[in-house]
Every structure is written in C-alpha cells, then in structure tokens.
C-alpha cells in the first residue's frame, strides 16, 4: 500500500508474478501482535483452504476473506488486528510451493514464531534428510504450531494427484481484502469487541463499506440501519428496526411503507456524536453493529416462524440489483447469480451507469431506498415456509404480511394472510411451484422478476402479479422446448426433464379441478422417475425402450425414489398408494388409470406399453401446449 493510500480497502491478489498487487507484496510488512493469540489453525482448517482454492476452475475469480490492519506509521509496517490465522496459513502455503516472497511477517515478541517462519523452507528440507547431513537448525527454537502446519501444507500438495503448477496459476485470481483502519483508532476497544463477535469480515460488509463511503456522516447513519435491517433475513423488515425508526418508515400499524424520501429519514434519526466515532464507524463497516435496533426477538410471540426462500443476504442483494439497475445494463451482468462475486457484480454496474464521482454517490443513496422497498413487498408478497409451535410440528406455504396490534406501548407483531392477495390463490401455488422447480439460488430469476415487478406496481391487482409470474413459466418452458427440439423430443429425456416441466403440469391440473385436488401442496419432488420401470427386476418382466417418454415419467421426492426404482406400475399401486395418494396429481392420474378388476390389472404392463402411457402423454402434453400456445 502505498503511504497515500493507509485509510483504505485495498484488494489483492494471493499471488502473482511481479504484481504489486500481491498480499505478500515487498511493500506489505506485517507485524501479528502480542495479542493476538499464537498460530492454531488445525489439519482441517488448513486443508480446506487449499481445497477451497484448488476446486476453483482455473480463471475463476474467488474471495477467500480479509485482512483488518492497522498502518503503525514510525515503524512502516502494517499491525494485523483480525485475519492472522488465514495469512499466516498462506505464507506458509506459498513458500512451501517454493514462490518468491519476502519474509514479512514478524510475530511481535515471540522468538520461536519468527525463527520457524524465517526458515520453514529449509526446515521442510531437512524432514527428507539423514539426521548428520541435517542444517545447524536449533530445533529449540522452532514453533511446534507452525511446523505442523507446514507439514500438513506439504502432506496436501506433494500428492501425486496434485497439481502445483494449476495451483499456483489459480493464485492470481483469488483475492483478499485489506482494510486499513483510522490512524486514531482504539485498538485495544476494537480488539476486544472484535475477538468477543468472533467474525470475518464477508462480502456484504465490504460492499457495504464501499456504498457507505460515498456518503456524508449523516446519510452513512440511517444507511447502516437500513442495511442492517435488511441483512437479517429471518423475520420482516418491520421488526429489524428501534420503534422510532419502525413507526415512522411503515406508520403506527407498521403495516405500509411510507413514502419517504432520503432526507426525511436523515432527520428523523439523531445522529450521536461521541467521542468514540472511529470504533463505532469500522463496526459499521464490519456489518457487526450490536442489534441496537432490535427491540423485539424473532417473532418469539406469533404463532409461527417464517423462513425465507432467499436465506442469503448476498443473494438477496444480487437479486435487488438486478431489479434496480437499467435493463440494459441487467442484460451485461451475468446471468447466473454468484454470491462469490457480490462486490464484483455491483462494482460491475456501478461502472456501467456511472460516469463520475457524484453519479456514483447517487447510485448508493438511490440504492439503499430500493433495497428497503424491495425487501419489504418481498416480505409481504413472496411466499414462506411457516413453521407451527403445536405437537405436530406443523409445516405450510404461508404469503402472510405484518401489522403491529394492541396499545401503544406493549405493541407486538401479528401476521395475517396477506390482504391484496387473498383472492388469488393461485399466487401462492404459482409461487410454490417456482420455489420447488429451481431450488438453486444461481437460478431463482423469478425472484428478480417479482422484486422488479412489486416495487414498481404494488398498488396494482395482484392478478396482474399471478399473470406475470405464469407467464414467467411459460417462457421458460418455451425456451426448453425449443432448445431441446433442435436435437431431439422435448418430452422424451428421460431424468433430464426439468423440474418446471412436472410442477407447472402439476399447477394446471389443480388449477383447473381445485376441488378434486384440494389436498394438492408443491413439495420438493425432485427426482423424475419412470412409472414403467427403467430397470425391471431380473427376469421379472421386459425391459422397455420408450421409459423415457414423457407420459412414463413422474417426480417424487428423493426419499421415496428408491422404493419406486424396479416396481412393475400395479405393484407400485399396491404398495405405496398412501404415498401415491400425497404425490403429484400427474402422479395420482397415472396410478388411477390402472383398473381394479385382477385380470386387467395383470396385463397391465403391457396395455401401459401399447397403449395407455401415449394416451395419458397426450393429454398432459395437450394440457402444457394449450397453455403456453405452441
């Protein structure tokens, strides 16, 4: 870092040839202080960090922590107050793999320490050395610690299957981040809040830094709160925030979002001035504020607990950003969603939409204002797991919203259906069925979708929610369809059918018979299996070249698939009807086609083969057709 540079968050590379930008960099000189606590990274510790570097692909960009610094201005060096473990771990690392950087870490006070670091690769020699030919070490002085950790570093990568020269060429893209504190800091203060959190610094606090820095004291206030709010994705929005700010953002029933603008929030919240500001300021930067907001726990007296579709605070911005942004620039975002590139994607887009200094400034305060609508119609119309306190231990879909009931002062929370949406019931199955399809938070666009749609028309009839979403499905079913075409049948891929395929099916069958099919709930039925078996028992009955078409397959939850696997349809029937009966309704029609009478049922198998499977595809292929106008 250069002197110009010591208030700053810096990234840097693990390692790279002749970069400047390496976290072992000739102008980085580390002291680990006396109190700080000795090496003690385990053999489990220390091998997950190499894996985790090692199961990158080979140009892929990954965030592996960061370093809190303190620049020690008389001594030119760099006092590192959170992060010691992981970077000594790495010098050891990179001079076990023989790569050129300086021995610039020095453990203050502690002689051992410094002697192993300053000869660990000759040290590493001798392991492989005949006792007389050994080099004059003075094993007395050598950390028992670090030299365990050395050799579980080299027990890792002198496998025959490790490749050092990927590993090494992998270094260059994993980055850290270091983050040097205020000249007048207490550091001891700092320390010790720190070592009792016990937490590393994570993407969403280095990205909060960044937006927050953008700003003036004032503004940074009720931005930390409102980002702090919204970071916690276990209860509404409404219950993360001091009575004073609740009131005042969502009214006296906590129920709405008022239309507040940037300035109206910085005057409502009192900025405190006090004589500690740094250590408050670098707490905000660290995201670990003490939840001074909260003034009520998690819903402890409602009758459920909510979990949310979006656990992650990362994705949930991923999400926010790309409802936010222009179109145009969405479209150069990539399209996955990747938590391990928060800060890249947004630094991404800020470079897009913003030319100069004060555009970049609007972007965040702009910003902050859509994350806090966002997350609210996200808590109010996006649908929850609820989990019920009752001897069942109940569990449902809920779309429920928050209003504060009772006096003034003993207000607590109560969650009801939410009101606009209560006549569309189908909002909460096309959301369900969503939610069970694309389980994995890189593919969850339909939330982007819904945020972006909310915020903009939340005054607007839900149905015209319920339409978006469908037709969401629908073009993803489409775009399916015609890609998989080009190659082959669509509805002919066997396990490779996607999940959105069935559940949409699913949807439209309840849809259009809610009464035959009322005890219908989307579940996570993610494995597609053949009703006709795709490996039949040997010798038991024929093997079938068409199990792959559409009208042979089904999906079933992971558990009950090997109870399915090498069954005959009617055998399937007859031993797990209850489970039939609680499945799928494509599921359910394809168990009641099969007839009660003993010698129909005995020739089963082969009427399915010939005739019964095409008829059932038929009218469930007419069924999807007919409804995304193909």
């Known amino acids: 870092m250069s002197n110009s540079n010591h ?7 693990i390692y790279e040839q002749n970069s400047s930008h390496n976290i072992f960099g000739k102008d980085m000189n580390y002291i680990i202080p006396l109190y700080q606590r000795e090496f003690a990274w385990t053999d489990t510790e220390i091998e997950q960090l190499i894996e985790d570097i090692n199961d990158r692909k080979e140009a892929e960009q990954y965030f592996l922590g960061s370093l809190i610094l303190y620049y020690r201005k008389d001594e030119n060096r760099y006092e590192v107050i959170d992060g010691q473990q992981r970077l000594t771990a790495l010098f050891l690392l990179l001079k076990l793999l023989k790569l050129d950087i300086p021995n610039n870490i020095d453990y203050e006070c502690r002689e051992k320490a410094n002697y192993t670091l300053n000869h660990i690769e000759k040290l590493s ?9 050994r080099s004059a070490f003075d094993y007395e002085k050598i950390d028992r610690n670090l030299e365990h950790g050395a050799r579980v570093i080299e027990n890792k990568i002198n496998k025959k299957d490790f490749d050092k020269k990927t590993f090494i060429s992998k270094l260059k893209h994993v980055k850290m981040y270091a983050i040097t504190v205020p000249e007048n800091t ?3 203060q700092y ?12 993407q969403t606090d280095i990205l909060k830094a960044r937006l927050m820095g953008k700003m003036p004291i004032g503004e940074q206030e009720i931005f930390a709160d409102i980002w702090n709010a919204c970071s ?3 209860g509404y929005i ?6 004073e700010l609740r009131e005042r953002i969502f009214g006296p029933k906590w129920n709405e979002l008022r239309e507040l603008d940037r300035e109206d929030l910085i005057k409502s919240k009192k900025i405190e001035n006090n004589e500690n500001s740094n250590i408050q300021n670098i707490l905000q930067i660290k995201g670990n504020m003490m939840d001074t907001n909260k003034d009520i726990t998690d819903n402890e007296d409602t009758e459920g607990k909510f979990r949310s579709v979006v656990s992650s605070y990362s994705y949930f911005l991923l999400h926010t950003l790309k409802a936010f942004v222009k179109p145009e620039t969405e479209k150069l975002l990539d399209k996955l969603l990747d938590d391990r590139n928060l800060v890249e994607t947004f630094e991404e887009a800020i470079n897009i939409e913003c030319e100069t200094e004060e555009d970049q400034k609007e972007f965040s305060k702009n910003f902050i204002m859509f994350l806090l609508k966002a997350r609210y119609v996200f808590d109010k119309y996006i649908v929850k797991r609820e989990y019920f306190r009752d001897e069942e231990r109940r569990e449902d879909w809920s779309l429920k919203e928050l209003e504060g009931c009772g006096q003034q002062s003993k207000k607590k929370p109560n969650y009801i259906n939410t009101k606009s949406c209560e006549k569309y019931d189908n909002l909460l199955k096309l959301q369900t069925c969503l939610r069970v399809s694309y389980t994995s938070p890189k593919i969850m666009h339909w939330i982007t979708e819904s945020i972006k749609w909310l915020v903009n028309n939340e005054d607007k009839d839900m149905y015209q929610f319920e339409t978006m979403l469908e037709e969401f499905i629908k073009a993803e079913i489409r775009e399916y369809i015609d890609r998989t075409s080009k190659d082959g049948d669509a509805f002919r891929q066997g396990a490779d059918t996607p999940h959105i395929l069935f559940n949409y099916l699913d949807y439209l069958l309840w849809k259009n018979d809610k009464k035959a099919y009322s005890d219908f709930k989307f579940e996570f039925r993610n494995s597609v299996e053949h009703w006709y078996p795709q490996n039949p028992s040997s010798g038991t009955f024929d093997s079938w070249k068409d199990v792959d078409t559409f009208g042979n397959l089904c999906i079933v939850q992971s558990s009950i698939n090997s ?9 399937k029937q007859d031993t797990y009807k209850e489970i039939i009966n609680k499945g799928s309704i494509k599921l359910r029609i394809m168990c009641n086609m099969i007839p009660k009478d003993g010698e129909l049922k005995n020739r089963w198998n082969e009427e399915w083969k010939q005739k019964e499977c095409k008829i059932h595809e038929e009218e469930m292929r007419k069924i999807i057709e007919n409804a995304i106008r193909i």
């Open 191 to 202: 320390f010790e809040i720190m070592n009792v959190r016990g937490e590393q610094l994570e």
């Open 7 to 13: 208030n700053a968050i810096n990234e840097k590379v």
């Open 186 to 188: 207490d550091l001891n």
């Open 238 to 243: 409404q219950m993360h925030f001091n009575k």
């Open 563 to 571: 109870k399915f696997s090498n069954l005959t349809p009617a055998s």
């Open 232 to 234: 916690d994705m276990t």
């Open 125 to 133: 020699k001798d392991r492989f050395i005949k006792n007389e030919n």
